[in-house]
């Protein structure tokens, strides 16, 4: 994978810097030639002015001139002709001078500038055999031209010139590839080591280490995203496979004893039958309770196990009326144990809540609070502000949350037994019916309501004060 990441970025480099280099380098053979034109140019000026009192005499050449041609020539490379208003050439900056006297009427550039144009270019010489590159300046008098100067080059000279600052171009072209590789070695090898931690963690992962984690911090923006979905992928599962293996655990401990007790009657049930029919019908009573227990053993552990979901969506209720609804629900069963139902709530309470989860949390503590409640005594429910008082509670404004408190006259836990009693199948010592899993389902129930549950002690009386605090919704 790594090479393939190098071979990707390298080509990505190497088309990039052929896109620019290729005009750039017909650029610069544009530039070079143009700048060679205007140097020449400027340098036929130059010896045109020296050359006008030369021409103007119509003498032979003054050895000042010769002089100057020739080392301007030996200097720069170039050939240098200076005719007369003729065509003949009077200096040259050949050393041997054996052109002097011959007649250049018959090259073009020599004719376009006795004729007054400047004229610049590169055109084949048949005399020399190669391409010439060119610049021929008239000489002026005043307005009369008294000759021409031309300078010229092979345009080898010229194209290794251009050549020599394409190497240039494209050596540097080169070593960018080449930087550009080994940048992308270096890129490549950190996102490839990350990647292969991250795929070292998953085959962990997938063996069963359900503490495999990977770093967050490390790498690009793209690997520390993937690296924190991973992560939280794992806690999800590891939440999951704890969920199943607690409620496997739970549901094998707590139904092992009802299991038995209802198999062992079932079993005297069955021998009873025929000496002693009342006897069976009792325990075929007793069996039929055991089932019930059975059953709402079950329904509490599939409760349990729907609110231990970390995802749910919550709705918005109205807490006051839900209590009361649940009030009415419970007085008959209440009145028969000699037991009130009070409802003190403020008249409007809307909090966020998992859809059901407001009634089976009242449901439970109501049906913990009958079960220990001495008969002509009293269970409360007092639905108000999170942090109101009892007296001000119908008064108070707008909360950040409600308070549910159900008070019930009982005896109360200590305070070890209060941290207790919300564990799964904890009992207290005042009762030994229920399933223990009231309180659990209670506080499943409002974590994934986004609410707290918690077990006060009644000051100055006894009993217990259940309380479970929801977030109000959000325009309460």
Known sequence: ??????????????????????????????VERDRLATSLERDAFLLSGRAHHLLESGGPATGAVAVAVRDYGRASGARVVIVNRAGTAVVTSDDDQSATGSSYLSRPEI??????????????SDTLGFDLVYVTVPVLSGENITGAVRLTYPASVVDDRVSGQLRVMWAVAGITVLLAGLLAYLMAGAVTRRIKRL?????????????????????PPELRTLARSFNQMADRLEHVLQQQRGFASDASHQLRTPLTGLRLRLENAVDAVGNDPDGARIMVADSLEETYRLQRII?????????????????????????????????????ESGVRTVLDAVPDARVMAMPGAAEQIIDNLIDNALAVAPPDSEIRLVVRPDGASNAGASNAGASHGYELHVLDDGPGLSEEDRLKAFNRFWRGQSTSEGSGLGLAIVQQLAEASGAAASLEARPGVRGLDARVTFKAASHS
């Open 1 to 30: 994978m790594r090479w393939r990441l190098i071979s990707v970025f390298m080509a990505i480099t190497l088309l990039v810097v052929l896109v620019q280099d290729i005009p750039l380098g017909s650029y610069l053979v544009r």
């Open 111 to 124: 004719s376009a500038a006795l004729a007054g144009q400047i004229t610049s270019g590169q055109r084949h």
């Open 199 to 219: 795929q070292k963690a998953t085959e962990l992962l997938a063996e069963g280490n359900l503490a495999t984690r990977t770093e967050e911090e490390q790498g």
């Open 299 to 335: 329904d509490g552990l599939l409760l349990l196990s729907r609110a231990d979901s970390r995802h749910v969506d919550r709705e918005e209720v109205d807490l006051s009326e839900i209590a009361r609804s649940r009030v009415e629900q419970w007085e008959a069963l209440a009145e």
